[in-house]
């Protein structure tokens, strides 16, 4: 079965800092990878997803997230990060059955 | 629509209670998905339709819990003989297919249910 893992429970940076969150996966193959953040009353949205081709993803807001095969990781990064940004992230994962594994999030908070 | 609708936005019931959730999703969008979130956890998927029919039900948690989607656009989740185990937000999604395969999946606001 697939799994996402997310260690940082909390994550506080202060605003204009940059970010990098976090994120491993567990799949035989190569999966599909998504990051997706929650604002409080909000629905998911998706920042970026990663299928195929270059490793380097760029997203919305000015997130990017690169996936390494070799740490099956698929962390997600902000060269500055602006208070707007504090909200509830989550990495992931999905196989053949394009159903998405979901880690337990990262809350990030931004301290002015 | 604009984006994808549940409704009602908090449901708070009691024990035993029979509940329905309902979603809206966006206007063409053939596949649709129901997610469970504790608080502290990540989404959990329950079930995916794709049109009318159940594709993937492996992630209802027993059979108190039924989805369907009759017209392939709305959908309801039902909950029988509800639990306070039961209490979480319910997310629903719907996405196009690209390519033959579903495409990005687009999330409501969620139902947050409360069993007392």
């Known amino acids: 079965a697939q799994s996402v893992t997310q260690p940082d429970i909390h994550i506080t940076v202060s605003e204009g800092a940059s970010l990098e969150l976090r994120c491993n996966y567990s799949?035989?193959?190569?999966?599909?990878l998504f990051w997706y953040v929650q604002s409080p009353g909000q629905g998911l949205q998706l920042l970026l997803k990663?299928?195929?081709?270059?490793?380097l993803v760029q997203g919305i807001k000015g997130f990017e997230a690169e996936f390494k095969r070799s740490q099956s990781s698929f962390n997600l990064r902000k060269p500055s990060v602006h208070w707007s940004d504090a909200a509830e992230y989550f990495c992931?994962?999905?196989?053949?059955?394009?159903?998405?594994?979901f880690g337990r999030g990262t809350s990030l908070i931004v301290h002015p | 629509g604009a984006g994808v609708s549940q409704t009602p936005s908090n449901k708070v019931t009691e024990k035993g209670k029979y509940v329905e959730l309902r979603c809206d999703p966006i206007s063409g969008h053939t596949a649709l998905y129901w997610y469970r979130q504790s608080l502290g956890q990540g989404p959990e998927f329950l079930i995916y339709?794709?049109?009318?029919?159940?594709?993937?039900d492996s992630g209802l948690p027993n059979d108190r819990f039924f989805a369907v989607r009759p017209e392939g656009s709305v959908s309801t989740l039902k909950i029988q003989r509800t639990e306070r185990g039961d209490s979480a937000v319910y997310l629903c999604?719907?996405?196009?297919?690209?390519?033959?395969?579903?495409?990005?999946?687009?999330f409501g606001p969620g139902t947050r249910l409360t069993v007392l």
């Open positions: 799949y035989g193959a190569t999966p599909y």
């Open positions: 990663y299928f195929s081709g270059d490793t």
């Open positions: 339709f794709q049109g009318t029919g159940a594709a993937d």
């Open positions: 999604a719907s996405s196009s297919l690209a390519g033959g395969r579903p495409d990005t999946q687009y």
């Open positions: 992931a994962s999905s196989g053949g059955s394009y159903i998405p594994t």
